[in-house]
């Protein structure tokens, strides 16, 4: 990790670049403080296979238990909650735990970090949750770009195997079970779990439809399969080693326990922050001196994305929200993947749209028309307002696009004050996997609140026409 | 360029033997191939064909899906600048815009020394060290213009000895002693692992 600026005053360390210690409670950001929190041998100073250990004491059945008590919402994107997830699994065998290591949804740094910085724990999380479902082979499917993550997590295995705490008769118990570590070739659609599987089957990364593909049932090689998320997983080994009800204590009913956001644009303090869940407003984390500190230059908010490049925008009527997945969705957006991106008041609103719109027409993976085809036109009709040679009715015809991918009401944030309807989140969809209606969320969010901007632009257009 | 050498085939092998399929190794083997020849030519395909079990036209089929894997020689060093909106918002674009004056070369271009190829990507995952990019994957975070001059003046002056040439993902590989193997077994292979069944309260309490 050679990042020539990482001492700047905002970095806490300069081994995990961009992580900023808030004082809070930490569960997954513990080892953070030491420079080989990658180390086995830190690891083990510091609880490092405890939890395992404790684990291997018990039954396959008590653990699971454990972890759905504890309420382990996921934090690759759904939220939905580890334990109940687990127990979809039909009694067949053999059967696959999955870890997603793929992170690249835009402005989502955490698993990154977290593999980079604890493999160890991430290894330990994946151990037990194997050991609760039955099963003796684990996949650790890191994203191809994240050559160190690879290099951490491969040495931690390495080191893990010899030790005995993974492979033949872990920890010199009867119980066997082997971890792979698995990498990928650079896309985003590859996150998404059937097309994760798909990716470790050694094809095109296209997600598989479901019903009838939900990988609890039929994933990898059509066996029953779980995918975590490496965040997810990196919770299990506090989790066992305190308790459900002390991983209650943290974060709200709904929403135990802690969560690693990431804080990106133009706030004064971009960082990486372990928050506990559902009890930080927003307002909290943009303005307070423990959080981002504020809006940089103490400009005025625009926008800002609340879960990821794939979640509706929020501003600056929903700063006070709580960061509670309940409560968000119901303001029309998510808390996805823990990517917050702050936009000022000098921001394009139409630039800032396009960008994204354009990462999702370069990540479509082709497989269904309305997203290959939408998600083209999207970025080129948002181009071309942009360039200045927008058409009069390229407001309506990029609204009529976003209609064909998720039809119905377009999930927006709520602005009641302004006579506009709550709409459902998540949205309709006419895709196989929901990259397509993700396309559509920054244009429906710029346009409604925005409009003005995006219609002068193209009346600039219509008179520079006329003129010429 | 070729098919793997002796000692990668080796790898190869020791790759392969770690998943329930052999066509789940495709991807590691492509990059090997990367590794080893700095791009994915025909005849290396040919070969991880040979080496899974599938026609050349599979291998093709998973290659060509993923932007990793380039099919034509490249830049010693692969500069892949960060555009998304995180990056766009602090600077994104115009780190891509001196990138270019300085090598002279468009993003998807190739420098004539055959030193840097340029490239415009999507997120990396550290859009709180915006603006950022990744040489041959290794990554430089929150760049001026400035450091971003004294990079390529670095890596032209071979300076950054701890970056490898463009093809090399981790430096480190995972290896697996035979005497510490669970054991991988083919998804035909049926059975609950004999630790699990012993775990079970009752004979048919399997969740
Ligand atoms: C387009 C798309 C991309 C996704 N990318 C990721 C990702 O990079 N990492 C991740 O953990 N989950 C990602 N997900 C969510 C996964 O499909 C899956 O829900 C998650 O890995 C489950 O883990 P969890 O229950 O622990 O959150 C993505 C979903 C979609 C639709
Ligand atoms: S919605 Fe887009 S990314 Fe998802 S399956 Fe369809 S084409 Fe592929
Ligand atoms: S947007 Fe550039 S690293 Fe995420």
């Known amino acids: 990790m050679s990042g020539r600026s990482s001492t700047a005053s905002n970095n806490y360390l300069p081994f995990a670049p961009g992580f900023v210690d808030n004082d809070g409670p930490k569960i997954v950001s513990t080892r953070f403080g030491y420079e080989d929190s990658h180390t086995l041998a830190r690891s083990l100073a ?72 604890d493999p ?33 997590v491969a040495q931690a295995l390495n080191d893990a195997y010899a030790a005995g705490f993974v492979g033949k008769n872990i920890l010199g118990s009867d119980v066997s079970i082997d ?77 135990p326990g802690t969560r690693m956001v990431a ?29 981002c500190q504020g809006i940089r230059d103490d400009n005025e908010l625009k926008a ?37 991106i702050v936009m000022d008041h000098t921001t394009d609103i139409v630039k800032a749209c396009l960008r994204l719109v354009r990462f999702f027409a370069r990540e479509s993976c082709g497989k269904c028309t309305p997203c290959r085809e939408g998600t083209a036109w999207e970025e080129k009709v948002l181009q071309r307002i942009l360039d200045g040679h927008g058409r009069p009715n390229d407001i309506d015809l990029l609204l009529e696009i976003g209609k064909n991918i998720s039809p119905g009401t377009y999930p927006v944030a709520s602005f009641a004050e302004q006579g506009l309807d709550t709409v459902p989140f998540p949205p309709k969809q006419t895709t196989i996997c929901p990259l397509g209606p993700s396309s559509v969320a920054p244009i429906t969010s710029a346009i409604r609140r925005f409009r003005g901007e995006f219609e002068a632009k193209i009346d600039a257009a219509q008179s520079a026409r006329v003129e010429a | 360029m070729s098919r793997l050498s002796t000692e990668n085939e080796a790898l190869a092998r020791e790759i392969i033997a770690r998943y329930p399929r052999p066509k789940s190794a495709l991807i590691p083997l492509l990059h090997l191939v990367q590794e080893q020849d700095g791009y994915v ?21 998973t290659c060509s899906f993923y932007e990793m894997f380039i099919r034509h020689p490249v830049g010693k060093y692969k500069i892949d600048v960060c555009t998304n909106l995180s990056c766009q918002l602090v600077g994104g674009e115009e780190l891509l815009h001196h990138a270019e004056q300085k090598l002279g070369i468009r993003p998807g271009g190739t420098t004539e020394d055959g030193m840097f190829t340029l490239e415009d990507v999507e997120c990396i995952a550290a859009c709180t060290e915006a603006p950022c990019l990744q040489v041959n994957y290794r990554y430089e975070y929150k760049l001026s213009n400035e450091d971003f001059d004294q990079l390529v003046d670095e890596l032209r002056q071979g300076d950054r000895p701890e970056i490898p040439n463009h093809g090399t ?12 193997l669970a054991g991988i077994a083919a998804p035909e292979v049926t059975g609950t692992p004999a630790w699990f069944a012993s775990r079970q309260p009752e004979p048919e309490a399997a969740k």
């Open chain 2, 169 to 180: 993902l981790g430096l480190v590989r995972q290896h697996i002693a035979p005497d510490r």
């Open chain 1, 46 to 117: 510091t609880g490092g296979y405890d939890g395992l250990k404790l684990a291997l004491r018990r039954s396959p059945a008590e653990v699971a238990a454990e972890v759905k008590e504890a309420v382990l919402l996921g934090r690759g994107g759904a939220g939905f909650p580890a334990g109940i997830k687990w127990g979809f699994m039909p009694p067949v065998w053999p059967r696959y735990l999955v870890v997603n290591g793929d992170e690249s949804e835009p402005g989502t740094y955490k698993d990154r970090m977290l593999m980079e910085r």
């Open chain 1, 120 to 152: 160890h724990q991430l290894i330990e999380g994946s151990l037990i949750t194997c050991y609760a479902l039955g099963l003796n082979q684990c996949f650790l499917y890191v994203r191809g770009e994240m050559a160190q993550a690879q290099e951490n």
């Open chain 1, 179 to 255: 971890v792979v570590l698995h990498w990928g070739a650079g896309a985003y659609i590859v996150g998404e779990e059937t097309a994760l599987i798909e990716s470790l089957e050694g094809n095109r990364g296209m997600p598989r439809l479901k019903p009838p593909f939900f990988p609890a049932a039929k994933g990898l090689y059509m066996k029953p399969t779980i995918v975590n998320n490496v965040e997810t997983l990196a919770n299990v080994p506090w989790l066992m080693l305190n308790g459900a009800a002390e991983y209650r204590k943290f974060g709200s009913e709904a929403s």
């Open chain 1, 304 to 340: 800002f994305v609340p879960g990821g490049g794939s979640a509706p925008w929020f501003f600056e009527d929903q700063l006070d929200l709580l960061q509670e997945g309940r409560d968000v969705g119901s303001a029309g957006s998510m808390l996805g993947s823990g990517a917050l």
């Open chain 2, 41 to 61: 030519a025909d005849d290396a395909m040919e070969h991880l064909a040979e080496l899974v079990g599938v026609t050349p036209a599979e291998v093709l089929g």
């Open chain 1, 263 to 291: 804080v990106s644009g133009h706030v004064k303090r971009p960082g990486v922050y372990e928050i506990e869940q559902g009890v930080v407003s927003f307002r909290d984390l943009f303005y307070g001196d423990n959080y």
